[in-house]
């Protein structure tokens, strides 16, 4: 009965309550000291993950000094003879030639791959040029990138595919695949701009960019999609070396059902609900340059994890697009349901105001 009474008592509930603003006050500056010497050991933790980072590219560093240093003395002759070999007109004219008398294939859209785009010589020197993997990014043994131009590294893959990125491509080819795809891109127009818009759309100088060397080994994945829609038309240089096999190329897929893509980034149909059929394979062939529209259908690669342990994919790749200005203002030219379809994707759920204004998505 006394249990009973104490429990209901308000003397009993105020001396819990003192009890525990007592422990409370007592426990404030413990919680405090606990609070800090928590930070303490994030900003230790945070300050060894950097020291590691740092010291692991230190590291890298000095590596690709010294090989670096090892690879010029070995070039030396190579350097030298580069001024003959790099002739611009000559290689502009084999270039044009050779993207001249590509065939056009419209299955699954439009595309050429064109042949012996190099002159032979200078395909030889591209892959003379080709900076170790030491020189590649390190994030992923699998899928390695080094975009050009390049800053450091040898001096031989500096000068020659910092020719490569800023007058083959840039120069030489670009105008060259702008010309050959000059029908298929009037109907591209009609359908990322709309008729009227056309003219505009021809007005747009284009420009070549976003260019890289690409290391793909076994196990590598790369789903069916599109590439962003600012990108016209993507090239792709297979660097094949002697000796490598054809199989594992790029593959070309039908899109049932296909549409466009409402926003401005990568595509991958699968993702929107559609169905990718695969069409062909382009064989990864030395000297060989497949070029496509950015239109319709997909693409993607694949090297199976059991395709051996020395299967290396070296490929140099670069888009042509409008230049930024000039396709910030058509855009922002566009009526209301066609800009939306240049919006970030990030903004799909967000205001029909916010979409409205997303012009930026050409940048």
């Excluded at 928590?38 to 010291?55: F, G, P």
């Excluded at 260019?211 to 990108?231: A, I, N």
Aim: proline share 7%; with cysteine.
């Amino acid at each position: 009965m006394l249990k009973r009474l104490l429990g209901h008592s308000p003397l009993v509930t105020r001396i819990r309550g003192a009890w525990q603003r007592d422990a409370d006050v007592a426990l404030k500056p413990l919680r405090k000291e606990i609070r800090r010497l928590s930070r303490e050991v994030e900003a230790l933790h945070a300050e060894l993950r950097d020291t590691s980072i740092r010291a692991a590219r230190g590291d890298r560093y000095a590596s690709q000094l010294r090989l670096r240093e090892e690879i010029d003395a070995r070039q030396q002759d190579q350097l030298a003879s580069l001024p003959t070999l790099l002739d611009e007109s000559r290689i502009g004219r084999h270039i044009s030639q050779a993207i001249g008398s590509a065939t056009m294939h419209t299955d699954p859209f439009e595309h050429i791959v064109v042949e012996h785009v190099l002159p032979p010589e200078v395909y030889e020197l591209v892959l003379a040029a080709m900076p170790p993997e030491e020189f590649f990014d390190d994030h992923d043994p699998i899928k390695r990138n080094l975009v050009l131009p390049i800053n450091f590294g040898p001096a031989l893959a500096r000068h020659v595919w910092n020719f490569v990125d800023g007058t083959v491509a840039a120069r030489l080819i670009r105008p060259a695949i702008v010309a050959k795809f000059h029908e298929p891109l009037q109907q591209h127009y009609d359908t990322v701009f709309g008729s009227p818009f056309r003219a505009q759309a021809n007005a747009m100088p284009h420009v070549s960019g976003s260019g890289r060397l690409m290391l793909r080994r076994r196990g590598y994945h790369l789903p069916p999609h599109r590439d962003p829609k600012r990108s016209l038309l993507t090239c792709l240089l297979y660097l094949a070396r002697p000796g490598d096999s054809e199989t594992h190329g790029t593959q070309l897929f039908r899109v049932l059902d296909d549409r466009e893509a409402s926003y401005k980034q990568t595509y991958y149909p699968e993702a929107d609900g559609a169905r990718c059929e695969l069409v062909t394979v382009v064989p990864f062939r030395p000297n060989t340059m497949l070029v496509f529209l950015n239109s319709r259908g997909a693409h993607g690669a694949t090297i199976p994890a059991d395709a051996g342990e020395s299967v290396e994919r070296y490929s140099y790749q670069f888009y042509v697009a409008p230049e930024n200005a000039a396709l910030g203002t058509l855009i922002r030219r566009l009526p209301p349901e066609r800009r939306v379809m240049w919006q970030n994707k990030n903004r799909l759920a967000g205001a029909p105001s916010e979409q409205g204004r997303e012009w930026s998505a050409a940048r």
